[in-house]
Nanobody, 120 residues
Framework: VQLQASGGGSVQAGGSLRLSCVAS????????MGWYRRAPGKERELVAD???????KYADYAKGRFTISRDNAENSWYLDMSTLRPEDTAAYYC???????????????WGQGTQVTVSS
């Protein structure tokens, strides 16, 4: 599977962005998907997570401001971010646990980062 993230950019504080991730290639299903971020000088951290059953998990800073969603038909998922703050500046990465039916295995995959820069 290949994951392609897009939608990053530069916005002013208080602005909004929508990140998208599209999975392509040969696989059975996307079982679990999420977004992570890595700010300069910091470790990569979970932003939001969406399970196959619809359960979501958000980092505390993302609650109420960010929303993760998916489009199963398009093998895509999104991160809608609003009320952005300068501290949200980071490279954002999509991640998925992918089920391969031919091998009956679930393997993690990462997309490339998409940069979000929020200015004050």
């Amino acid at each position: 599977v290949q994951l392609q993230a897009s939608g990053g950019g530069s916005v002013q504080a208080g602005g909004s962005l929508r990140l998208s991730c599209v999975a392509s290639g040969s696989f059975g299903s996307i079982n679990h998907m999420g977004w992570y971020r890595r700010a300069p000088g910091k470790e990569r951290e979970l932003v939001a997570d969406l399970a196959l059953n619809g359960n979501t998990k958000y980092a505390d800073y993302a609650k109420g401001r960010f929303t993760i969603s998916r489009d199963n038909a398009e093998n895509s998922w999104y991160l809608d971010m609003s009320t952005l703050r300068p501290e949200d500046t980071a490279a954002y990465y999509c991640h998925a646990w992918v089920y391969y039916s031919d091998s009956d295995r679930i393997i993690g995959a990462w997309g490339q980062g998409t940069q979000v820069t929020v200015s004050s």
